[in-house]
Structures are given as structure tokens and as C-alpha cells.
């Protein structure tokens, strides 16, 4: 079974630190893995997404890594600001046909994090 | 560019009562369109996904159902609703395999 698990669920920093949140999956076979951004009773917004064959990506103080051999994600936020609280959902799509019912997308549970000033 | 729209924003429904929330796309053709739940402070659930007009397929048994009369529509129904039925829903279209995911603004339902 597809399965994407993230940690911490819940973390507080304060703002201007850094924060990192992890990513684990076991999702076959492997097509790429996004990173969302979701304030709350919004839709998710994508940050980033990666293929098998990319290492890391950034977007602004936001950067993602990835390694596919040991099936492990993170994303780092650097400088956190006010604004960054929110809920952030680690999504790994599976299937390797462009389009085929094989297209889905398996989500984490999601990390949200509160940024304090 | 491609946009997404899902309304109603929020809806409060009677138990028993129909349902139908609906998801449009523009700006592309044949996307794939999702239909997601998240229970408060949940992960995202899929519960449809469809690859092309006519073509459902559901992830979980469930009180609810998903139709796609034309390419870029995606309706979320139900004939009864349950209180357990309460959360917020998403809809999502991607184009492909390696393309981005993208959401509407998602329905907040109430069953009371």
C-alpha cells in the first residue's frame, strides 16, 4: 500500500529561525514528489516538485530535498516569517503512464506549523 | 493560463438531505480531476479520481458519489447525507504524471 508519512505533526518556532520537516514514503512506482503549503480552510499551493532524478529545489526561502534511495524528503524553511504558519503536505504521485488511472496522488498527514513572533 | 473553480465555499446541509458540489477547470483539456476530503486536522483523503469523461474510480466505499459529464467537470454527490459526512472538500486536476496538482478553494460542509 501506497503510504507517506510526515514528522513532525505540529512544531512552534519562532520568527527569523530556521525549521526542517521530514518526509517518508513508500509509494511505487515513483513519479515525482511535491511539497504544498495550506493555510487553513484554503486549498493547498504548490512549493516545489521533483523527480527521480532531482536532489533538491528551491522556491524563495523554501527548499526541498530528496532521496530516492532512501525514499526520504524534507523541506527547509529558512527565516520563518508570520506568514508561514500553516499546514505543510508532503504528496507523492505514483505511476509511471502519462495518462493512466495509475495518476494518483498519496498525501501525508501534513505538518503544520505555527510561527510566533 | 488554467484555473480551477469549486463552489459552493461553504454549505450546512440537513442529514438526509442531496448533495452535489461542483468543479470546473479551464484553460486545459483532459486533465485528471480528484475529489479529496480532509476531516479537521486530517491528511487529504482521495475519494474519486478521473482520467477522462465518464470515468470514475473511487478510492473508498462510501456514502458518496462522483459523475464527469463533460471533460473539464467534476461533480461530488451524495442523495442522503450523513453526518459523518461533514468536512472540507477539494477538488485537484493534473495534467500528467509530472506535472503539478492543482486545487480549488474547497467546499466546507456542515451536516447538522
Known amino acids: 500500500k501506497n503510504q507517506v508519512e510526515q514528522s513532525p505533526q505540529s512544531l512552534i518556532i519562532l520568527e527569523g529561525k530556521n525549521c526542517t520537516l521530514q518526509c517518508n514514503y513508500t509509494v511505487s512506482p515513483f513519479s515525482n514528489l511535491r511539497w504544498y503549503k495550506q493555510d487553513t480552510g484554503r486549498g493547498p499551493v504548490s512549493l516545489t516538485i521533483m523527480t527521480f532524478s532531482e536532489n533538491t529545489k528551491s522556491n524563495g526561502r523554501y527548499t526541498a530535498t530528496l532521496d530516492a534511495d532512501t525514499k526520504q524528503s524534507s523541506l527547509h524553511i529558512t527565516a520563518s516569517q508570520l506568514s508561514d504558519s500553516a499546514s505543510y503536505i508532503c504528496?507523492?504521485?505514483?505511476?509511471?503512464?502519462?495518462?493512466?488511472?495509475?495518476?494518483?496522488?498519496?498525501f501525508g498527514g501534513g505538518t503544520r506549523v505555527l510561527v510566533k513572533p | 493560463s488554467q484555473t480551477i473553480h469549486q463552489w459552493p465555499a461553504t454549505l450546512v446541509q440537513p442529514v438526509g438531505s442531496p448533495l452535489s458540489l461542483e468543479c470546473t477547470v479551464e484553460g486545459t483539456s483532459n486533465p485528471n480531476l480528484y475529489w479529496y476530503r480532509q476531516a479537521a486536522g486530517r491528511g487529504l483523503q482521495l475519494l474519486f479520481y478521473?482520467?477522462?469523461?465518464?470515468?470514475i474510480s473511487s478510492e473508498v466505499p462510501q456514502n458518496l458519489s462522483a459523475s464527469r459529464p463533460q471533460d473539464r467537470q467534476f461533480i461530488l454527490s451524495s442523495k442522503k447525507l450523513l453526518l459523518s459526512d461533514s468536512g472540507f472538500y477539494l477538488c485537484?486536476?493534473?495534467?500528467?504524471?509530472?506535472?503539478?496538482?492543482?486545487f480549488g478553494q474547497g467546499t466546507r460542509l456542515t451536516v447538522v
Open positions: 504528496v507523492v504521485s505514483a505511476g509511471r503512464e502519462i495518462k493512466a488511472a495509475g495518476n494518483k496522488l498519496t
Open positions: 485537484a486536476w493534473t495534467w500528467a504524471v509530472n506535472t503539478e496538482a492543482f
Open positions: 478521473s482520467v477522462g469523461i465518464g470515468q
